[in-house]
Structure formats: structure tokens, C-alpha cells
């Protein structure tokens, strides 16, 4: 059991890789907040991760909003008395076409789900993992940022984006003596 006594969240955690990450992450023996902005597949995941042994509670909330992320790392510290892991997995996209039949409204959505939630969590979690002096954030991304320049326009964009503000939250997780706090970044 790789993960026995962490404490992770994963965001997006009521369907899909989300899912997948909460449940195995359960099985290596951590106790998981899953977070989804469909309360019922946040609380069916974390009753099969409970029902199969494991330890979870759901906790929905929208990654984008700065309240909703602010309670769900709250709820992972008071559940569970801390938190080692936070696995940024919620994610959203448009379908494919052209850029200018994208709407405005839609590539804003998909810019505060993919973008700036980064910020929220590591704005929220990295004050608990400077005091701990330890913490991982790993960012689920899809491989659209680094296709051909022929993709989606709004695509590239906000893997661009992405990468960028990952970084910045990556600079923000040193410790005061230095010590980088991890941000690991899987594709898919």
C-alpha cells in the first residue's frame, strides 16, 4: 500500500480517470476527498470506495469558484486531519469546431475549469503543505497543448495557458528553506 496514511483530494473524482484516480488511490490506501460538481457521482464513488474498504467522502464543489475550493480542501483537513496529495483532474472542453463558432461564455467556462482552478487549489492547499513542509499536486492535462498548430485554436489556448499557470503554481510551492513542493503533470 504506496499511499497508506496520506490524505488526497481528487477533483473531477465522480466519473471518467477522475474515478479511476480516487478508487486506486483508495486501494494503495489513502483516504480520499472526491470532489465532482455532480454531487450524486461524488457521493456514488466515494460509497463504492467505502464499500470495497477504503476510506472517502465526497465533497461536491465547482473547481473554479474560489469558495467551493476554499470548503473542499477545508473538508479534507477537517475529515480527515490533513493533506498530502491534491490531484487536479476536473477538467472540460467544447467539441471540435472551428474557433469562431465558439462562444464567448464557452471558452471562458473552459478557461476557469482547465486554468484557473489550478490557481485556486494551489492558492488554498500550498499554505498547508508550506506548514507540513511536504505535498504533492499532480495535474492531469490532455496531450491538445502540444498537437500540431492545426488544432482547435481555443484548444491550444488554454493548454498554453495551462502549462503557464502551472508553472507559476509550481514557483509558488517552495518551502522557506527552498524545497520545491512537487507538481507533476500526466497527459492523456
Given at each position: 500500500?504506496?499511499?497508506r496514511d496520506k490524505?488526497?483530494i481528487?477533483?473531477?473524482?465522480g466519473?471518467?480517470?477522475?474515478?479511476?484516480?480516487?478508487?486506486?488511490?483508495a486501494?494503495?490506501?489513502?483516504?480520499?476527498?472526491?470532489?465532482?460538481?455532480?454531487?450524486?457521482s461524488a457521493?456514488?464513488?466515494?460509497?463504492e470506495?467505502?464499500?470495497?474498504?477504503?476510506r472517502?467522502r465526497?465533497?461536491?464543489?465547482d473547481?473554479?469558484?474560489?469558495?467551493?475550493v476554499a470548503?473542499?480542501?477545508?473538508?479534507?483537513?477537517?475529515e480527515f486531519?490533513?493533506?498530502?496529495?491534491?490531484?487536479?483532474?476536473?477538467?472540460?472542453?467544447h467539441?471540435?469546431?472551428p474557433?469562431?463558432?465558439v462562444?464567448?461564455?464557452?471558452?471562458?467556462r473552459?478557461y476557469r475549469v482547465?486554468?484557473?482552478?489550478?490557481?485556486?487549489?494551489?492558492?488554498?492547499?500550498?499554505p498547508?503543505?508550506r506548514a507540513?513542509?511536504?505535498g504533492v499536486?499532480?495535474?492531469?492535462?490532455?496531450?491538445?497543448g502540444?498537437?500540431?498548430?492545426s488544432?482547435?485554436?481555443?484548444?491550444?489556448?488554454?493548454?498554453?495557458?495551462?502549462?503557464d499557470?502551472?508553472?507559476?503554481?509550481?514557483?509558488?510551492?517552495?518551502?522557506?528553506?527552498?524545497?520545491k513542493?512537487?507538481t507533476?503533470f500526466?497527459a492523456?
Amino acid at each position: 500500500m504506496r499511499l497508506r496514511d496520506k490524505i488526497a483530494i481528487v477533483t473531477g473524482g465522480g466519473s471518467g480517470f477522475g474515478e479511476g484516480i480516487a478508487k486506486r488511490f483508495a486501494e494503495e490506501g489513502a483516504a480520499v476527498v472526491v470532489n465532482d460538481v455532480n454531487a450524486a457521482s461524488a457521493q456514488r464513488v466515494a460509497s463504492e470506495i467505502v464499500a470495497a474498504g477504503g476510506r472517502a467522502r465526497s465533497c461536491a464543489g465547482d473547481v473554479s469558484s474560489d469558495l467551493d475550493v476554499a470548503r473542499f480542501v477545508r473538508y479534507a483537513l477537517d475529515e480527515f486531519g490533513g493533506l498530502d496529495v491534491l490531484v487536479n483532474n476536473a477538467g472540460t472542453t467544447h467539441r471540435n469546431q472551428p474557433m469562431l463558432d465558439v462562444a464567448e461564455e464557452e471558452f471562458d467556462r473552459i478557461y476557469r475549469v482547465n486554468v484557473k482552478s489550478l490557481f485556486l487549489t494551489a492558492r488554498h492547499a500550498v499554505p498547508h503543505f508550506r506548514a507540513k513542509r511536504s505535498g504533492v499536486f499532480i495535474t492531469i492535462a490532455s496531450t491538445a497543448g502540444v498537437r500540431p498548430p492545426s488544432m482547435v485554436f481555443t484548444r491550444r489556448c488554454e493548454m498554453i495557458a495551462f502549462r503557464d499557470t502551472a508553472r507559476s503554481c509550481s514557483s509558488i510551492g517552495r518551502t522557506s528553506s527552498g524545497k520545491k513542493l512537487i507538481t507533476r503533470f500526466m497527459a492523456w
